[in-house]
């Protein structure tokens, strides 16, 4: 389905709604349909699926909405939501550090993703995981255990990494898809051996850096600490700036498969990379386009489609749109985030919300998955409306703001703000996926065999 091109969108939405008190009770069935996205998520808050979210999408590079809801931090006291609220992002780490660190080093010729791990960390070839490949590990069929224990994990750092050298796996490369904590943990690993530097501080030049995400990293400074969603307690302590991973946190909080904070504005900036590739393509300062199409190819693994880094289709992505394409990748993490990219459309859509705070409780995956749709459908509704009455008003000035949050974040009432360029077909499939499936195993307040988003 093509809904056309519909400029200006967050100003002509709201020309819209005048435009809507003036038209007939037939006109008006529209005006039930302009806030869906809005909707959901305050009803998510009411259940208490999650204290508050930042929910943002882009379309061919430009962002067409944001929005700010709920709370960042209920207790001990209340701080609001705002569009620059800093997340931790839990597992979204492995494919945007770790995964796409490895590609970087693959479009340097340092790395092949079809060797064995061991060549790279040659520690890591004990205990019979000397045939375990790069791709193994990127895919999640290397055969490694979901989580090892946390009893493994001392405050001496080379012990820590010689007893994950040590561990056996528990079935041969390829036989079995296990989503695994280790297989990233491991690979961050490889990206510091090979790079000879710490994986936060490698991503960060190679990654974020180059994109313009100068607010996404390991170990938040105390400034962006202030804008932090909190989770959990942890020595009843909010954690709030601090990772709620607790082997990322034995760590000391840069792992491969946890740790990374960010706001929603700079995981546009990283989905807008990845989506597009043209000549001047943000993706161009990561590696090349080949690199690019390598990283999110499909490949087919036990129990569905797997990227390198990324979900495809599988038992966890009920997080995923369903009027995305066949060509989406993304990805979740345990704390409530949410990032999904679709080439074959140029839509971004980030889902952030703090859903463990206060009570480890919430559950938004498929909500995730609805907003976004929502998001699309209310795009598409908006449609005629705008035509019906020739409502045309430039986006490219009023776009900008959505990537600047702190405008609109002064103000802690929820927002929408939005501006579209473009068509949005939405002819994807709906993905049959288990809720119960995209959690993360990483928790000391649940089972460590629980699977991870």
Known sequence: ??????????????????????????????????????????????????????????????TVYAVAVGDAQVQPT?????????????????????????????????VDVNTSVSNYWPAFGSAGKDAITIADLLLHRGGLIADNALSDYTDDQQENWKRISALRPIAPPGERFVYSDVGFIVLGKVVEEVSGLPLNVFARQHIFEPLGMTETGYLPTDALKLRC??????????????????????????????????????????????????????????????????????????????????????????????????????????????????PEQELVFVFLSNRLHPDGQGNVNRLAAKVADAIIDEMKILQPILECHKISIPAKKFSKMSLNANPIATDPSPKTVSALEGVIPGNATTSAADDRSTTESTSTLRSSNQPDA
């Open 229 to 342: 969603a909190a989770s959990e307690q942890r020595d009843a302590e909010w954690l709030v700036g601090e990772v709620h991973d607790p082997r990322a946190a034995r760590l000391d909080g840069v792992a491969g498969h946890a740790g990374l904070f960010s706001t929603a504005s700079d995981l546009i900036r990283f989905g807008n990379a990845l989506a597009t590739i043209t000549a001047n393509s943000p993706s161009n300062d990561l590696f090349s386009v080949a690199t690019r199409n390598q990283m999110i190819a499909p490949h087919d693994v036990p129990r569905g489609e797997r990227a390198f880094g990324w979900d495809i289709r599988s038992p966890y992505s009920s997080n995923r749109p369903t009027q995305f394409s066949s060509t989406a990748f993304g990805h979740g993490g345990f704390t409530g985030t949410v990032l999904w990219i679709d």
């Open 1 to 62: 389905m093509n809904i056309g091109r519909l400029t200006g969108f967050a100003l002509a939405r709201t020309f819209a709604v005048i435009f809507l008190t003036t038209l007939s009770s037939s006109d008006k069935l529209y005006s039930q349909e302009l806030e869906p996205p809005r909707v959901l998520l305050e009803a998510a808050i009411a259940e208490g699926e999650m204290a508050g979210a930042v929910v943002m999408m882009a379309h061919r590079g430009e």
């Open 78 to 110: 209340r701080r609001s939501m705002q569009l620059d609220t800093v997340f931790d992002l839990a597992s979204l780490t492995k494919p945007i550090g770790t995964a796409t660190s490895i590609m970087v080093l693959v479009d340097q010729g340092r």
